[in-house]
């Protein structure tokens, strides 16, 4: 089992930025992909950002690409998502996702979320 618990949400007007941070516990942190998804009210939950567990290699929707960066430090079990030039549309319950790949990515465990609110 690994706990996943987001922290870092909040209001900040577009154009700001935020860090979210999520901290695991529980299994072997190091051996899992790490992802950010988010939901927005009366959408479904979207991909945000994956960082594998070897080589530290990103992906990105293309909605973020180039204003979002992923990262993870497996000394202390937390994975960031640094999230610059906020967006309105940003707006949304962000959650943290661990999971591995068999062919595709399996998304096994996830935190319960961080509000993150941009206003125009």
């Known amino acids: 089992q690994v706990q996943l618990v987001e922290s870092g949400g909040g209001l900040v007007q577009a154009g700001g930025s935020l860090r979210l941070s999520c901290a695991a516990s529980g299994r072997t942190f190091s051996s899992y992909a790490m992802g950010w998804f988010r939901q927005a009210p009366g959408k479904e939950r979207e991909f945000v950002a994956r960082?594998?567990?070897?080589?530290?290699?990103?992906y990105y929707a293309d909605s973020v690409k180039g204003r979002f960066t992923i990262s993870r430090d497996n000394a202390k079990n937390t994975v960031y998502l640094q999230m610059n030039s906020l967006k309105p549309e940003d707006t949304a319950v962000y959650y943290c996702?661990?999971?591995?790949?068999?062919?595709?990515?399996?998304?096994?465990?996830w935190g319960l979320g961080t509000q993150v609110t941009v206003s125009s």
């Open positions: 996702a661990a999971g591995t790949f068999r062919g595709s990515y399996s998304w096994d465990y």
């Open positions: 960082i594998a567990w070897s080589l530290g290699i990103t």
